[in-house]
Nanobody, 124 residues
Framework: QVQLVESGGGLVQAGGSLRLSCAAS????????MGWFRQAPGREREFVAF????????QYADSVNGRFTISRDNAKNTGSLQMNTLKPEDTAVYYC?????????????????WGQGTQVTVSS
């Protein structure tokens, strides 16, 4: 079993930055690929970013590409999402997720484990 705990959410003005962290336990961290998703009120959960277990491969949703950066530190069993130039439409609960093995990476069902989420609110 894998446990994921997000932190770092909060309230920020448009144009500002936040850094989310995801602490993992329960399995060799480097064996897990990681993703970040978000869910705004009244909307479905959507893919934000992905990073492979080694950290050498990343992928982003078009809406955040160039503003967000996903990273990981396998020695510390943590993953991060650096969010810059935040917009009000980035407001959502952000979830860290982990998956075993290869395959699809942008769907909720592609991931085996989920954190509890952290709220990000961007004011205009």
């Amino acid at each position: 079993q894998v446990q994921l705990v997000e932190s770092g959410g909060g309230l920020v003005q448009a144009g500002g930055s936040l850094r989310l962290s995801c602490a993992a336990s329960g399995r060799t961290f480097s064996s897990l690929a990681m993703g970040w998703f978000r869910q705004a009120p009244g909307r479905e959960r959507e893919f934000v970013a992905f990073i492979s277990g080694s950290g050498t491969a990343t992928q982003y949703a078009d809406s955040v590409n160039g503003r967000f950066t996903i990273s990981r530190d396998n020695a510390k069993n943590t993953g991060s999402l650096q969010m810059n130039t935040l917009k009000p439409e980035d407001t959502a609960v952000y979830y860290c997720a982990a998956k075993i093995g290869l395959g699809r990476i942008t769907g909720e069902r592609d991931y085996n484990y989920w954190g509890q989420g952290t709220q990000v609110t961007v004011s205009s």
